[in-house]
């Protein structure tokens, strides 16, 4: 399974940007999609996830500021961000969860697009 991330780069402080990511590769199904973020000298974190249902959980600190949506028939996450603050300036990972055809479960991590909130 392969993760193509796209979107990354620079924005002033209260801009936005958008994050994608598509998977590709052999599979059944996709049960989570999300993004984690992982800033200089910090541990991974969770930033959002979607799950099959379309369930979605986000860390306090990007709630009512960003949002997490997936399209089902491109296999593909997007993560708007809105009023980005210098603090989210990381590492944004794309991240998955798959079955295979024999229900087993994989997890797989995309490479990670840079993120940087900088006047």
């Known amino acids: 399974v392969q993760l193509v991330e796209s979107g990354g780069g620079l924005v002033q402080p209260g801009g936005s940007l958008r994050l994608s990511c598509a998977a590709s590769g052999n599979f059944a199904s996709i049960n989570t999609m999300g993004w984690y973020r992982q800033a200089p000298g910090k541990q991974r974190e969770l930033v959002a996830v979607?799950?099959?249902?379309?369930?979605?959980t986000y860390a306090d600190s990007v709630k009512g500021r960003f949002t997490i949506s997936r399209d089902n028939a491109k296999n593909t996450v997007y993560l708007q961000m809105n009023s980005v603050k210098p603090e989210d300036t990381a590492v944004y990972y794309c991240?998955?969860?798959?079955?295979?055809?024999?229900?087993?479960?994989?997890?797989?991590w995309g490479q990670g697009t840079q993120v940087t909130v900088s006047s």
């Open positions: 991240y998955t969860i798959v079955k295979s055809e024999r229900a087993l479960t994989f997890q797989y």
């Open positions: 979607v799950n099959s249902p379309g369930t979605t």
